[in-house]
C-alpha cells in the first residue's frame, strides 16, 4: 500500500472512532440525567453587625505577693522565753507574738538608774555647796574664786543628773524583750523555740504577711508600654484587671497601681502589679493566677459574631 493509501486509512479509523464514541455518550446522557440529582442550596444565616465599644485584652500569668510582708529578728541578744503566736494565726498590730528572758536587760536598768540616784544625789550637794560658800565668801571666809570654782562643779553634776542616757538605752533596750506584730496579717511557721539563744539583727523568729489585700504581680511585652503608659496616665478612670484561679469560677477585680520604671533586658517584658483587695482571703502569697488585662478600649468599632468570621 502506497504513501497515501496508508494515510487515508488512518484518517477513516479515527473517524470512526469519534463517531463512536459521540454515540456512546449521547446515549448515556439521558439514562444520567435521571439518576442524578440536583445540588442541595445551602442555607445561609444573615447576622446584623453593631457599633459599639470593644475592649482591648491580654492574657497573661501572674503571681501573688503580700502587700506587706516582715521577717521578724531580734533588736537585742538573749534567749526566747516564751512564743506566744500559734503557726498561721492572723494578728493583729502589737500582738505579742515573742518574749525574751528579760533579767540581763532588767539588770542593766537597774544599774544605769543607780547611777543616774547618784548622779542626783550629787548634783544636789553640789547645789547646797555653792550656797554654803557664797555665805562664806560673805563673811570674808573664801574668795570669790572659790566661789565660782563650786559653782562650776555644781553645773556638772547638774549636767550628770539631767543626762540619764544610759538608763533611757536600757529601758529601750528592755523594750525590746517584748517582740510584737508590727501591722495585721498573718504569721507564718514558727523559727525559734523556748530556749532559743538569739542575736542581734541576725537570728529570724517569725515571718508576717499582710494579705488583705494582696499584690497580683505580672509581666508584659514591651510593645504594649506605650498602651500601658496611657493608661496609667489617665485621670478618668483606673487600669482594671480580672484575676481567676483555675477551680474557682468567678474572678476578682484588681486595680493595677505600679509600672515598673524600666524593661528587663533579659526577657523584653516590664513589670506591672495590680491590688486584689482579698477579702476572703482565698489567695495566699505565691500563687500562680490568670490575669486578664484591659489594656485599652476601642471606641466605635464594628463587631459581628464570632460565628460570621
Known amino acids: 500500500m502506497n504513501r497515501a493509501g496508508r494515510f487515508l486509512l488512518i484518517v477513516a479509523v479515527l473517524a470512526a472512532g469519534g463517531a463512536a464514541t459521540w454515540y456512546l455518550a449521547r446515549s448515556q446522557a439521558p439514562a444520567s440525567g435521571k439518576k442524578g440529582q440536583a445540588p442541595q442550596a445551602v442555607p445561609v444565616r444573615l447576622a446584623r453587625a453593631v457599633v459599639q465599644d470593644v475592649p482591648l485584652r491580654l492574657d497573661i500569668t501572674g503571681r501573688t505577693e503580700a502587700y506587706e510582708t516582715v521577717t521578724l529578728k531580734s533588736r537585742v541578744d538573749g534567749q526566747v522565753q516564751a512564743v506566744a503566736f500559734t503557726e498561721g494565726q492572723h494578728v493583729r498590730q502589737g500582738d505579742v507574738l515573742l518574749r525574751l528572758d528579760p533579767a540581763d536587760l532588767q539588770a542593766r536598768l537597774n544599774q544605769a538608774e543607780a547611777n543616774l540616784g547618784k548622779s542626783r544625789a550629787q548634783s544636789a550637794k553640789a547645789g547646797a555647796d555653792v550656797e554654803r560658800y557664797i555665805a562664806l565668801r560673805a563673811k570674808g571666809f573664801v574668795s570669790e574664786e572659790k566661789v565660782d570654782e563650786m559653782r562650776t562643779a555644781a553645773a556638772a553634776a547638774d549636767a550628770a543628773a539631767r543626762a ?13 524583750a517584748v517582740i510584737k506584730a508590727p501591722f495585721a496579717g498573718v504569721v507564718g511557721a514558727k523559727l525559734v523555740f523556748t530556749g532559743t539563744a538569739v542575736k542581734v539583727n541576725d537570728t ?48 476578682w477585680e484588681a486595680e493595677v497601681r505600679f509600672l515598673d520604671n524600666g524593661v528587663d533586658v533579659a526577657t523584653g517584658t516590664i513589670q506591672l502589679k495590680a491590688v486584689l483587695p482579698n477579702d476572703d482571703e482565698r489567695l495566699a502569697p505565691g500563687q500562680f493566677v490568670s490575669v486578664n488585662l484591659v489594656l485599652d478600649t476601642l471606641t466605635g468599632a464594628v463587631v459581628v459574631p464570632a460565628e460570621a468570621v
Not at 540619764?164 to 525590746?176: G, I, T
Open 204 to 251: 529570724a523568729l517569725a515571718m508576717v504577711n499582710r494579705v488583705r489585700p494582696l499584690y497580683v504581680g505580672f509581666a508584659v511585652p514591651e510593645k504594649y508600654l506605650p498602651l500601658l503608659q496611657a493608661a496609667m496616665r489617665s485621670v478618668k478612670k483606673s487600669m482594671k484587671a480580672s484575676i481567676s484561679v483555675s477551680g474557682i469560677a468567678a474572678p
Open 164 to 176: 540619764d542616757a544610759a538608763a533611757e538605752l536600757a529601758r529601750l533596750q528592755l523594750s525590746y
